[in-house]
């Protein structure tokens, strides 16, 4: 067995026990004498034996894998949450695969149906809005499932960003840099997020202060400003964002009217999306979901549920953060 890993079998050859009776010693279940699980655990020690991952699996009844399944085709939220997922699971052995399942529900069978032929440890499903389920149903499988950043079953455990917070911290913002002109231009009311972040909105600006609803695009925020401007009157000197495209819109038709941001108007994002927030000019102020924690989270959650542990079902609301750049007039900082 020299130059060579040394396998689960090679440890039951030594042992003259079966594979099985190992499992049970190293895993300390199962009957038998005291003094035959520790001979077996001494000549392990003794013959250099080190489980990789199929070994582990036969031993524990696990296949340290975790399926990720997305109807998120761009991975513009599903990319930074699989991040925080590998990060939580790879110093515990644990290999994350993606299926992208779109919004058919036949293909979302089908990646299911694959996952448990793989006997995945458990299944983390993610998506591209909080309100709105995979088109596949999850209830009932084999193994533990926990949702991120997608509508979970009632009974599940369920991550998600804090909506409201990040409204907050946005518009508390606005107004600590002394803007008293506020403005929100969101998306669509039919979003849940959308109606969280304007209810935060409200609760610090003022039941008052104006909220426009339109696509999440870059259009609708230039079209946005194209409205405010024409319809005269007062004009915003603060703009809170539904999402970084929405702002960045916002921002280029601003400079095309020859307003100044953020000398004349402070304007704020959500998302934290980095290729656009950075490539907005200038660079975009906006609020970070903390989607790669999140990820973590949901990663550490399915690992404890796979290994038995009791967990309380329920939504779990992380904190956004608010990351200052340079359309609110600061070096870039973190909040």
Not at 56 to 62: C, T
Request: glycine fraction near 10%.
């Amino acid at each position: 067995m020299k130059g060579s890993r040394v396998t689960i079998h090679d440890l039951a050859k030594a042992a003259g026990v079966s594979v099985s009776t190992v499992s049970k010693a190293l895993n300390d279940n199962g009957r038998m004498a005291d003094v035959t699980r520790e001979r077996i655990k001494r000549i392990a020690r003794e013959i250099g034996f080190r489980p990789n991952a199929l070994a582990r699996g036969l031993l524990s009844n696990r296949s340290f894998t975790v399926g990720l399944l997305t109807n998120d085709t761009y991975g513009r939220f599903t990319l930074p949450v699989m991040a925080g997922i590998s990060e939580a699971l790879v110093d515990h052995g644990v290999s994350v695969f993606l299926c992208a399942i779109e919004d058919d529900p036949a293909l979302g069978k089908i990646h299911v149906d694959a996952m448990l032929d793989k006997q995945v440890d458990g299944i983390i499903a993610t998506g591209k809005r909080i309100d709105k389920s995979l088109p596949v149903d999850l209830a009932g499988l084999p193994v533990p499932v926990v949702y991120a950043f997608t509508k979970g079953a009632d009974d599940s455990v369920t991550f998600t960003s804090d909506d409201g917070h990040g409204a907050e911290l946005a518009t508390q913002w606005l107004l600590d840099l002394g803007r008293r002109r506020l403005v929100h231009i969101t998306g669509p009311e039919s979003f849940a997020s959308v109606v969280e972040r304007t209810e935060a909105f409200h609760a610090v600006a003022g039941a008052d202060a104006p909220v426009m609803h339109g696509a999440w695009s870059e259009d609708w925020g230039h079209d946005a400003i194209d409205r405010i401007w024409k319809a005269g009157g007062e004009r915003p000197d603060g703009i809170f964002c539904g999402n970084d495209q929405i702002a960045r819109g916002v921002v280029d038709a601003l400079r095309e009217r020859g307003v100044t941001v953020p000398t004349d108007v402070s304007v704020i994002g959500f998302d934290n999306w980095e290729i656009m927030a950075q490539q907005t000019r200038p660079p975009l102020t906006t609020i970070d979901m903390n989607l790669r924690e999140l990820g973590r989270e949901a990663g550490l959650t399915v690992l404890a549920l796979a290994e038995g542990k009791a967990i309380e079902p329920g939504v779990r609301r992380l904190p956004c953060r608010l990351v200052v750049r340079q359309t609110c007039g600061g070096e870039n900082r973190q909040n």
